[in-house]
């Protein structure tokens, strides 16, 4: 990338802006088809038992009520990713809060709740498996046949014991992380309908319309084409709408009744029935020799994930590969469990893995250096990767490494060199000050698995272009990224792009939007789609206007030759008169790496790197923690929107705060209390300090212009930069997440 560059790396307002803010935009839970029916879904009341009956005939005689659903509506009734285990409508037993029954559409929403209520299912109760321990042993009840390890794993190279023997500080301590709800503003929604074409088409909040749509046409045994998914700005996702949701169900719907459907959640029915971030107990004992080299790392990894796997096998991997932290260790054993109990269901959250195994690895390091009587972040430089080193699964990192860059970066900052001037800030005698840091590394794009994506470009007659593909705009702002690098391609004013999104008819497939992948798999596609459209170009002119064509470029709205000038517009009505398509694809394969035994689909190929300073006021009087200052210092590889990196990067250490301090699902014999969001509590205005962005340009070569994901390493040091930060100011470690006040009350209290 140089400096000429006329749209990367500028702070464009997006796209979606205006109409967000003044609240025209239109989500799934914004739509109202005509002659709709309104779906309610009656869940589960035990969090594990047998069905003996259902009975809907009372519900079926409810005014309004049009039709009732059960499993025997189902002709496939299971789904799932990676195990299908879960049931679109349960059958044979119910497994967490919240499981769900059966479906009742009918005129009014009223009608349909009430209905819901005269549903009569009966149930033989089961032992409620709550605590991953005890469902792991062989003693416990099985909540699906072949027990309830649903995967188990173990990693090792080197030699720990070796390792320890030459390690002349070792630390050993057991940390536990608790489950986290998404929250996102707009909960599970969408509508159904039969669209022109006669195809059942479910409009809803997702993350891949064509993996949504796999999920509807083999559950209800329909042709694909006969299935149409389109997703809609989504309001918040951060993974929890990763998986299927209300798209079976709004769909089942429509095509039994031949009618529009509309099915959105309430906030206790997304608490009680959407995803969450996995729990986890992790096991760790670690050690460094005399120079403060990283010697050894033994590990136990345990994630609770609920009732279902979801995205639970992938969740597991990428904790097994991030559980060494961004550092050389040349002797681990790493021992890994995925475990079934009647906690509802998790998987896919914003850092997918990686906050619950870095909060342990973070503060280890931060035990270790001070035992050793260093620096933190010189310790962490001395131990960072770098290029050419060796990871977790035994692969070589060959790209862009840029964690030695952030640390650089963090050691430099004011809150760190002067760190002594902010703790020496007196308010109360009861207020201590402290200041921590905490680094970050995590896979992006999916790694060992197959990757690919396609994008379309089409030449408009306006002169403008119109980029089409599958990814999905969560607040993330990938439209805006994919619009920039497209103007940039091609070289037109941005404000000729039109972007077209998320349609399985409209749009190829992108592939799904997570793994902080989309701005490098579209970008790379658009790159080879720009490529493939000045060969189709080319080939035109030469046929039409019997030139000869050599060096074409793309050149503020013109295709630019050694001796001819054409708008994009003359160009596009040739292209129509003649009947010569205007539309050309690109593809993007993800170079990876092989996956090695015990793994799924790791290692990746790409990591992004960070890392969090935290400066905390610790109440030593009722065990109250703030956050007055935080800096976020992320390895972008190449800035594409200054602006939408800040968002991303502020957004993700607010959620990192709540995820530290404030979010405390209480979960008691498998039944949710924390259902809404006065006892729920998240991050307000009031509890999000003085954040400070700092990004590090690391290019990496096959990022399109340098860049790399961004989306979740924001997040994922911020609870432990926080631990190590109450620890400086107070001496006492927390352990456990979140860390709330009773908590370091009770830590402070045990220390007198």
Not at 409 to 434: E, M
Not at 683 to 704: F, T
Request: aromatic share 8%; hydrophobic share 40%; net charge neutral.
């Amino acid at each position: 990338m140089t400096a000429a560059a006329r749209w990367v790396g500028k702070e464009v307002v997006r796209k979606d802006a205006y109409e967000k803010a003044r609240g025209l935009t239109k989500y799934a839970s914004d739509m109202f088809p005509e002659n709709l029916l309104w779906v309610a879904t009656h869940r589960s009341k035990y969090p594990h038992a047998r069905i003996k009956r259902i009975d809907v005939s009372k519900a079926l005689k409810m005014p309004g009520v049009v039709a009732v659903f059960t499993h025997r509506d189902v002709p496939n009734n299971r789904y799932g990713v990676f195990v299908k285990d879960r049931p679109v409508l349960c059958d044979d037993r119910v497994r967490y809060i919240g499981d769900p029954i059966a479906l009742v559409a009918a005129e009014t929403k009223e009608d349909a709740e009430s209905a819901v209520e005269e549903i009569e299912v009966d149930y033989e109760p089961l032992p409620v498996v709550t605590d991953p321990i005890e469902a792991m042993k062989d003693s416990s009840y099985p909540i699906h046949d072949g027990g309830n390890v649903s995967r188990r794993t173990r990693i090792t190279f080197g030699d720990v014991s070796k390792g320890f023997s030459q390690s002349k500080a070792v630390v050993e301590n057991e940390y536990r992380t608790s489950t986290q709800i998404h929250a996102f503003l707009e909960t599970e929604a969408g509508i159904s309908y039969i669209d022109e074409k006669g195809r059942i088409t479910v409009v809803a909040g997702g993350q891949s319309p064509y993996r949504d749509q796999h999920e509807i046409v083999s559950t209800l045994n329909l042709p694909p084409e006969k299935v149409r998914v389109i997703i809609p700005q989504v309001g918040g996702a951060f993974g929890g709408k990763d998986d299927i949701s209300v798209q079976i169900h709004l769909a089942l719907v429509t095509w039994k009744t031949g009618r529009p459907a509309r099915l959105v959640w309430d906030r206790e029915e997304s608490f009680l029935s959407g995803t969450k971030r996995h729990p986890s107990i992790v096991k760790m004992k670690t050690g460094a020799s005399a120079d403060g080299r990283l010697m050894a790392n033994d590990v136990e990894i345990i994630y609770d994930t609920g009732a279902y796997v979801a995205l639970g096998h992938a969740v597991l991997d990428v904790a097994i590969e991030n559980c060494n932290g961004p550092y050389k260790i040349p002797n681990i054993d790493i021992k890994a469990w995925l475990v079934y109990t009647n906690n509802m269901v998790a998987s896919a959250f914003r850092g997918f893995g990686a906050p619950q195994v870095i909060f342990a690895m973070e503060q280890q390091v931060d035990q270790l250096a001070k035992e050793l009587g260093m620096d933190p972040v010189e310790f962490r430089l001395l131990n960072a990767l770098r290029r050419g080193d060796v990871m977790v699964f035994g692969n070589r990192l060959e790209t862009s490494v840029g964690i030695a860059k952030c640390l650089e970066a963090a050691k430099n900052t004011p809150l760190w060199s002067r760190q002594a001037d902010f703790k020496a800030v007196k308010t109360y005698p009861w207020i201590k000050r402290g200041v921590g840091v905490a680094a970050a590394v995590k896979g992006y794009t999916i790694g060992a698995l197959p990757d690919r994506g396609t994008i379309s470009v089409e030449l408009l007659l306006d002169g403008g272009i119109a980029v089409k593909g599958s990814f999905t705009e969560i607040g993330q702002g990938v439209v805006q990224s994919v619009s920039q690098i497209a103007a940039e391609l091609f070289s037109v004013d941005i404000d000729k792009v039109e972007i077209v999104f998320a349609d399985t008819d409209k749009t190829p497939d992108t592939s799904v939007t997570s793994a902080s992948r989309q701005l490098f798999l579209a970008g790379n596609a658009l790159k080879e789609a720009a490529k493939n459209m000045i060969k189709h170009v080319a080939q035109f002119i030469e046929k039409t206007y019997n030139i000869k064509v050599d060096n074409l470029r793309f050149e503020n709205g013109y295709v630019v030759g050694r001796d001819f000038k054409i708008s994009f517009s003359e160009l596009a009505n040739a292209m129509a008169r003649s009947g010569v398509e205007r539309e050309v694809s690109g593809t993007y394969e993800v170079p990876r790496v092989q996956p090695i035994p015990g793994s799924l689909e790791i290692p990746h190929l790409f990591y992004m790197f960070g890392v969090s300073l935290a400066l905390v006021e610790v109440n030593t009087l009722t065990g109250a923690v703030s956050v007055p200052k935080l800096v976020s210092i992320a390895d972008v590889g190449k800035v594409i929107n200054p602006q939408t990196l800040t968002g991303q990067l502020e957004g993700a250490a607010a959620q990192g705060i709540g995820y530290a301090l404030l979010e405390d699902p209480k979960i008691e014999n498998g039944i949710l209390k924390t259902t809404n969001l006065s006892t729920y509590l998240i991050p307000s205005i009031k509890d999000i300090p003085e954040i400070e962005v700092i990004p590090v340009e690391d290019a990496e070569e096959s990022g399109p212009f340098g860049a790399k994901g961004i989306g979740e390493i924001g997040i994922i040091s911020v609870a432990p930069a926080i631990a190590n930060a109450i620890y400086d100011a107070v001496g006492v470690r927390p352990k456990s997440t979140p860390m709330t006040p009773e908590k370091i009350y009770w830590l402070l209290k045990n220390k007198c």
